[in-house]
């Protein structure tokens, strides 16, 4: 079966980060469809010996799942002191590479890994990019399940609208680590990430939130007329 247009694109942002992978590295492996493609792609380089001795630290149970299927050894974050690299997609880019992320739930766990990294790569499809942060896609936030709604007034205290995430049979959508997510949304974006970042990071009961602000080191994008890589500006 052709692949959609979309996936294309994924593939191909996906294709162009496996020229930063090097044989004897330690791979932070993000989640998400994107990320999906990079690892086929890196299992079928590891298995005609295009790289060699590359290990990864998965990020989620459907990283785990498709990291093994494509062949790539994984092990535990803290086996290694260091990690080369983390590819991993996003939901929304901003120009200055400030992040959301977390639609798939493995947010803490993305966080912790990235900030472990020595570089952070972002692998997208061209739709992803944003002006700013919070036009398209709703800011996921982990959360414990009690208080629930005290988060939700605070988000709406600060000009947004927040709601638990539901799966389709209407039980509650739960992260990784089995809390529940709320799904904020700002009409406009957000005005000020860094400010709300600090926010939220000093409410006890938030475990994490999908803003991922100046952590990655490099974005590529996929597009109609090719790849297209953008560096943070130091």
């Known amino acids: 079966m052709e692949a959609s247009p979309l996936e294309s694109l994924k593939r191909q942002a996906a294709a162009s980060a496996l020229e930063y992978v090097e044989s004897g590295m330690v791979l ?3 989640t998400g469809s994107t990320v999906a493609h990079f690892l086929d792609l890196l299992g079928e380089r590891l298995a005609i010996g295009k790289l060699k001795d590359v290990v990864g630290i998965s990020t989620s149970t459907r990283t785990t799942r498709e990291a093994r299927q494509a062949g790539i050894d994984l092990i ?3 086996d290694r002191s260091q990690i080369d690299l983390t590819v ?3 939901d929304e880019v901003s120009p200055d590479l400030d992040l959301i992320k977390g639609m798939g739930g493995a947010l803490l766990r993305e966080k ?5 990294s020595d570089r952070v790569l972002i692998i997208v ?3 992803k990019a944003v002006d700013r942060l919070g036009t398209l896609s709703p800011l996921p936030l982990e959360i414990v399940n009690w208080g629930v709604l005290g988060h939700i007034h605070f988000i709406e205290g600060r000009g947004g609208e927040a709601s638990i995430r539901t799966m389709s049979s209407g039980e509650a959508f739960l992260s990784d680590n089995g809390n529940l997510m709320l ?10 990430p860094t400010r709300l970042e600090v926010e939220l990071q000093a409410r006890a009961g938030v475990v994490e ?9 490099l974005a590529i994008f996929g597009s109609r007329t090719g790849t297209r890589e953008v560096n943070r500006e130091s």
């Open 112 to 116: 912790m890994v990235a900030q472990s």
């Open 183 to 192: 799904d904020c949304r700002f009409s406009g974006g957000i005005e000020e």
């Open 28 to 30: 932070g492996l993000g």
């Open 76 to 78: 535990e974050i803290g």
């Open 125 to 127: 499809d061209e739709g």
């Open 88 to 90: 991993d997609g996003a």
């Open 209 to 217: 939130s999908g803003l991922f602000l100046g952590i990655a080191d």
